[in-house]
């Protein structure tokens, strides 16, 4: 009998260390497992990043925040940021409007981006500072982007002077080109500001719209027609052969 109560005893006691030794090991494989965004090198601070994203959770976005501000690496802060935007509260809006100034151009060009999804009129303001003052035009491209999405008058009569005054031929084409999807049109490939005849028939004949007019007019801003910059019916390329 009491050999019995020894083996039972045995059994009972080596039972509890397997169950120890199962939970730790348990507890080690998920601490392992879980996405650290703030240790290792470069690719694996990356990889963390992609996991949290897949993941989600309610604090995903937070944790993205951080990183994208804190982070040494340009390449992890600028996917950090990224993944941030699927997560995006209006309490991220200060991460947003830090990662704007970020020193690195790639960074600032997706904060940038992301500003347009508030859409309001602060974001307005601030892109269309960033377009007319921000040295790099990849981020200037993005301010374009970004105006495309805001809702105030305000983004079109800076879409608008962008289109006719860019510093180079890709911004005028870029700016242009988001005027016209906000205000439902697509831009014609013909349509190239190296044809600068043509460039400027185009940015005439878009100040007469009723949008752009109305736009102008409720930001305030005198709207400068230039009538002899039209072209005649053999030059505009809609209406050749007609």
Known sequence: MENILDISKKLIVGGAVAAVLLLVV?????SSGSPSMSTGDEAQRLASIGDIVVDGGSSAGDALAKVAKSDPSPKVRRKALAGMSHFLTPL??????????????AVREVAVDILGLYRDKQASDELVKIVKNEPE?????????????????????ALMEQAEKGATMDLKRVAMKCLLSK????????RNPKDDRGWRDLIQR????????????RANVRLVSKPQDFMGKDWHPERRGK
Request: charged share 30%; glycine share 4%; hydrophobic share 35%.
């Open 92 to 105: 991220h809006r200060q991460t947003v409007q830090e990662c704007v100034k970020d020193p690195d151009p």
């Open 26 to 30: 348990i507890i080690n494989w998920f």
């Open 137 to 157: 035009e990849k981020v200037q491209q993005a301010a374009c982007r970004g105006l495309e999405r805001c809702d105030d008058p305000m983004a079109i009569v």
């Open 183 to 190: 205000l439902g049109v697509r831009i014609s490939r013909d």
């Open 206 to 217: 878009w100040k007469m719209s009723r949008r752009v007019q109305d736009a102008y007019s």
